[in-house]
């Protein structure tokens, strides 16, 4: 299936929703107040700003307007093509205007696929990241976008992306949302347990706070993307195999992930600029994203955690994903297996 | 309309919606873990199980059964009649049996509107409060119950409740969502400001936390209700005047509200027992509902807020309803007007 057939991308993309979604100023707000995410674009014009002098940018669902503020004024670009889709873009031009930057930027509502540059451009801009680094595969709008806008030699910020996995005890939540039914002032509620275990594990939380001391194991990356060569095929299945040495005894409740991406430039020698939004780093609206299991695993520092994780994109609704994770804990000592985990969640449909 | 019509009920009433959200256990979760709440009326048997020793008792909307595993164990009652229309009640059967109350608590799977019990009771215990104390009208299936079920002499709780009202300021809301456009980045985003208050504040914030130095008055109360013997037609329109004197300066953001129940056996000369959301209490899963204003107004010691606040419950979407706070600052020596305020809020359609 191709854009061109314009009504089936949106029913199965549930364009109305989501570009209704990006219309209100919640969401704007929400991202704009994250500062990490947002000054690290600010800071890769700052960085790189001798590269982005006088050159042609494309903002892809630029929203507000910010990144390509950064980009005209911090980045010193020559011209900013500002692209948006949802309602917001009518504020867009506005705001642009007022703060003096109508020469420099230019706002261009519509979508990425449906609209035609006069030019091509040195650098494209964008922030596209969703839960689990793809939710809402915004990813193959900017990979679209590249395709078609960017010079052979240009450049796409963020430049790469990681996504991360670890196994985490989150006994706070276990406890809140499970155990709880145990006691229940008294009562044993405790026959409400499984069918607790299913409404609130059955998706992942995408909004949870992971500490350090609930992680496991060090973290491994599942995902490497370059947002150069990155190809929408390669993002319909992806399997990646783990292997954790656990480093502490605990409950292993499930599993934790976080992304992160890092902005560099091709001509330049200074160190990338990086935006994690991993447990070490200052929160951003992201946080992180925790997988429950439906059993909590005994583990202990003589364990191997082993298995494999797979993102399917949903071939259907194609915002969505499947994320499957599988595996078995292991003695190290002899690979002896203790206990098999297999489960699947969906994200979100 | 009648409830004979009860096509018309689950339209107008949103019945499918409205008793899905109580199928699932999420809504339970919260209830349950709100302590200040369930044990409010836990408190209520303890003080008044001389009264309700070999009683037979009317729960109406018992979710898990929890109010009715009081009923039976610390109020000793004889029988309790458990009524739950939403898909909790699957539950709620096994949750009895397994506690060993399967002998005292019947449970009634069924709207309160449809169901005949075979005997009339002598007291009915009900968890019915929402935001503003009626969202959601389930006060009227509580007074239909008592209309149809409870004996002449036969007692209600909560016994009564309040509303209450109180000017306040809200920096913190008014500087997230408002002020802050001001300045993004170092960009004007002030044209967005507009937008922001219709968006943000064009309903009541349901869940603000109210601290006591953000009151700019003592709270009024807007409404009693003596649950003997409110009628149904008394919900329609309420109207309170109020007149607040000012007891420290500041900005005005607008008003919130919270409420409390009163739990009191006609029998008994023990003091009610009282379960408030207010300010000054344990934080409950209500929390206090700000009403913010379009403009901040200032206010000073001398000054006194007088006006009028009006219920109007929605004709169409008998759920809900529509919140009128309308008045002027004064100047308390003179009564000379300062600022005038008129707003209207959907809660929430
Ligand atoms: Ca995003
Ligand atoms: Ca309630």
Redesign the interface.
């Known amino acids: 299936v191709s854009f061109s057939d314009s009504s089936f991308k949106q029913i199965s993309w549930q364009d109305c929703d989501y570009f209704e979604n990006y219309g209100?100023?919640?969401l704007h707000?929400e991202m704009?107040?994250d500062k990490p995410r947002?000054?690290a674009y600010?800071k890769a014009f700052e960085v790189y700003c001798r590269h982005t002098k006088d050159k042609v940018v494309l903002d892809i669902g630029c929203g507000?307007g910010?990144l390509s503020?950064?980009a005209a004024t911090v980045g010193q670009a020559a011209k900013v093509y500002a692209v948006e889709a949802s309602d917001i873009a009518h504020?867009t031009k506005?705001?642009v205007d007022?703060?003096g930057l109508g020469e420099q930027i230019t706002v261009i509502e519509g979508e990425m696929e449906n609209i035609v540059l006069p030019e091509k451009v040195d650098l494209i801009i964008s922030e596209w990241m969703g839960t689990m680094l793809l939710f809402e595969f915004m990813i193959e709008t900017v990979i679209l976008g590249r395709d078609k806008c960017l010079k052979e030699d240009g450049v796409i910020w963020p430049s790469e992306a990681q996504l991360y996995l670890a196994p985490c005890s989150a006994q706070s939540v276990y406890q809140?949302?499970v155990k709880?039914w145990d006691n229940?002032?008294g009562?044993?509620?405790s026959?409400?347990r499984e069918?607790?275990v299913k409404?609130?594990f059955y998706k992942p939380i995408y909004n949870h706070n992971l500490s350090d001391e609930d992680c496991l194991a060090e973290e491994t990356c599942i995902l490497q993307l370059n947002m150069k060569h990155v190809q929408i095929q390669d993002l319909e299945k992806i399997d990646k195999d783990f292997s954790f040495l656990v480093k502490k005894s605990g409950p292993l409740h499930g599993f934790c992930s976080w992304f992160s991406v890092g902005f560099s430039h091709p001509d330049s020698d200074s160190p990338m600029v990086v935006l994690s939004t991993g447990p070490k780093h200052s929160q951003t609206h992201w946080h992180q994203h925790l997988f429950m299991l439906d059993e909590p695993l005994s583990v202990a520092p003589d364990n191997e955690v082993t298995g494999r994780i797979t993102l399917i994109r949903n071939t259907e609704w194609r915002r969505h994903l499947t994320v499957i994770i599988q595996g078995q804990v292991l003695k190290s000592v002899n690979k002896e297996r203790i206990q098999s985990f297999h489960k699947v969640f969906p994200l979100w449909m």
Chains 1, 2 share one sequence.
């Open positions: 209100t100023l919640k707000l704009l107040s947002t000054e600010k507000t910010i503020m950064f504020y506005s705001l007022k703060n809140a949302k709880a229940v002032y009562y044993d509620f026959s409400l069918e607790a409404e609130f």
